[in-house]
Each structure stands twice: as C-alpha cells, then as structure tokens.
C-alpha cells in the first residue's frame, strides 16, 4: 500500500516474502482469526471504543446552514448530531453529503445571487425537505445506547449503510435523551487493528480473493450500454467540471471519485470535503471549474491518495488503518496485472471501510442478525485500548 506522491518508489524486490506460505493452512488460522476478532466485539461495549479525550459537536436544527457549515470547518469535523430543541431530541446527524444535496438543489433550481442569498437564512430542519425535493433517500435516525457491544454497533452500522453512528443515553431525571458521542467506522476499525494486533496477523488472504471492495467490470458485456470503462465505479478526469463530480456524489451517495487520465491510470482522488473548501471560500460559482483547478484549492496538508493493490493483504490493510487516519483506498492494477498484459497504476478497484467492516463482521441482512457460526477456540484479547 502506498500514497500518491511525487517521492520515488523502492524497486519492487524480487525475493519472495518469509512467511507467504504458512505451515498451517491459511484458511483455517484466518477463519479463526475473524472469529476471535467477533467474540473480541461481543465483549466490549462502545463506552470502549472512546477515545481518552475528545469533543461533540452538536447543531441545533434552528442554526442556519451557513454558520452550522462554519462550525464544521472551524472544528475539524465533517459531520455532527443534530439536536430539535422544541422537542429535546436528537433529531438525525448533519454529514458534507447533506451539504452536497443543497448545492445541487441551488445550482438546479436557482440563480447564483439567490442561493447566496438564501444560504444566509436557510435552517438545518429544512434539509430533509430538499432531499425530498431531490428524490434522494433520507438518512435513518438510528442510534445505539453506549453501554451495547461493539458488535451490535458494527451490525447496526451495516444495516444501515451508515458511516457514523450517534451513541444515545437518557438523562435519569428529565428522561430526555442524551447525546454522548458519535461512533465511526474509523474508530470502530482502529480500535480493531490496536487491540487484536495478533489475530490481524492471521489475516494474511490477499482483498481479492477475500472480495473486498468493489472492483471494475473484467468483461466487455458487464459493462451496461452508455457506462465508462470503469463501471461500476464512478471517475473523472482532471478536465471533468466540479458539478458533474458533485452529481456524482449526491445521485451515488458517495464521498470521493477516482481521478484518471487517459489510460485509466490514478492521478488524484475528489472528496466531497473539497466541495466544502469551495464553498468556505464563498465559491458557490466555482463549480464550474475544471477538477484540475479545483484542486489548486486544496489545503496543502491533504494526507494524498491511499493506493493498494489487489493482492494486498487484509492484515495489512488493518495495520495501515492502525497507523494513519484512512477513510478508503483506491485499489490499482499491480505487478500481477501487468504480467498479464494490464497497465501498471490504473484503476481496478476501490475498498471503502464500509467494505472492511462488513467483511470482518459477516453476513448481516438487514433487520437481522448474522449467520450462525461456531465458536472461535481462539483465545480473545485480553485488553481493551484507544
């Protein structure tokens, strides 16, 4: 795994890694890997999860978009509970991509004068009346009590398609609910990676044959009439205008889309937060700039593109998740491809922590529990950090 940069790449060795062929059967040890990782959540609450110290931010629905945006930014976050003061309860959560919903509602129905206008006075509670207008599906108002396991939250979130998810007491006195913290994907993953650092060296089976991600068609006929060679994965150029990415972003409910050239290979990655740095910097016009230009917008510290290859190993991927802050990977032809006449650095895939986490849970249909699975006779890890 690697990020996008311009720092010269090590020449791939030719040695074959120690390790690579087990004594014991892989199957079997990742099998048992995944279920003491399982029993681990079982184990644990959310309460666990929590960080030493951290901060919620909470908007109430009567602050207007344009000052709850401000929070956001001013923050650091991308997301916040929304609390209904006339009824004191939580009342959903504030994401970019609603953010990204009124951007196209604005540019489809309205004049660039008026939306600047209108974003003055425009309220939080009013979002779900634009999806309305949008056709788009309305967010769940899920939630989950802190003291449920982890892996209740970790099926919950899968059910629900949710990146985040609010974690909801109630005050003993007032009996109102209490809004404690926010548990993402992010958080639940790392927590994984820190405190099962054993079980993860067992997952050792490369993304592909796990299927983990989503991958591009490997057959002409797969790709329906009118799609980009990509389907069904979403990509732009660096010629691509902003708004068609953030159609993209608002049709799909995604967060970012691949940046190619000509040959398919990666060059960059568009986030729906960069949308957001253009619309901070009071550039609701810009959207019509070309993503090449866009991105000469972006804050010099973007951490770049977290790439890796089909063959990648879970294992690895949770490490990494373990080192830096990693949202997705963007999955590109390797070594392996090009032996086989592919082209080295162009798309083949992209694995989201949606991907990750459903994969290390199993099978959750929805409004269900999982497929019954017999007990690991691994040991679970015996502390829990942050």
């Known amino acids: 795994m690697a990020t996008l940069s311009p720092k010269a790449r090590r020449k791939p060795s030719t040695r074959r890694r120690a390790g690579s062929h087990a004594p014991f059967p892989l199957q079997e040890a990742h099998d048992a890997a995944l279920a003491a990782i399982r029993s681990f959540l079982k184990g644990h609450s959310s309460y666990d999860a929590f960080p030493v ?36 309860r939580f009342a959903g959560m504030l994401t970019v991509l609603d953010i990204i919903h009124l951007i196209q509602y604005y540019y489809r129905t309205a004049s660039y004068d008026y939306a600047a206008a209108d974003v003055e006075t ?15 599906a309305q967010p769940p108002l899920h939630r989950e009590h802190p003291s449920s396991s ?53 997952l050792n089976q490369s993304l592909r044959r796990l299927k983990i991600g989503t991958y591009v068609a490997q057959l002409p006929q797969d790709v329906p009439e009118g799609q980009n060679p990509y389907y069904p994965i979403a990509t732009a150029t660096l010629n691509t205008p902003v708004f068609d990415v ?23 990655l568009y986030e ?55 949202h997705r990977l963007v999955v590109v032809e390797g070594d392996e491809e090009e032996k086989r006449g592919g082209k ?16 290390v849970i199993g099978k959750v249909g929805i409004g269900e529990g999982l497929e019954p699975e017999e007990d690991s006779k691994s040991a679970k890890p015996s502390s829990s950090r942050t």
């Not at 109430?60 to 650091?76: F, H, P, W, Y």
């Not at 190619?260 to 290979?265: A, H, K, Q, V």
């Open 246 to 268: 953030v159609h993209m972003f608002s049709e799909r409910s995604i967060s970012a889309v691949p940046i190619i050239n000509e040959e398919g290979i990666v060059v960059n």
């Open 150 to 202: 982890l892996y209740d939250a970790a099926k919950l979130l899968i059910q629900t398609h949710a990146r985040r998810l609010p974690l909801l007491d109630n005050d003993t006195e007032t009996g109102h609910e209490v809004i404690v913290s926010v548990l993402t994907q992010y958080r639940l993953l790392k927590f994984i990676a820190i405190n099962c650092s054993k079980e993860i060296q067992q």
């Open 53 to 88: 110290s951290f901060r919620l931010i909470v908007l109430d629905t009567k602050l207007n978009v344009k000052k709850a945006l401000q929070c956001l930014l001013l923050n650091g976050v991308v997301s916040a509970p929304l609390w209904n003061s006339d009824r004191s």
């Open 272 to 326: 729906t937060v960069d949308v957001i740095t253009l619309v901070r910097l009071g550039a609701y016009q810009s959207l019509d700039l070309k993503i090449s230009e866009a991105l000469n917008q972006r804050s010099p510290d973007f951490p770049g593109v977290v790439i890796c290859t089909a063959s990648d190993s879970l294992g690895t991927l949770l490490q990494l998740i373990k080192k830096r802050r990693v």
């Open 344 to 359: 080295k650095g162009r798309l083949l895939g992209i694995i989201t922590l949606s991907d990750v986490l459903r994969y």
């Open 122 to 136: 425009f309220r939080l509670e009013s979002l779900r009346d634009i999806e309305n207008e949008l056709g788009v």
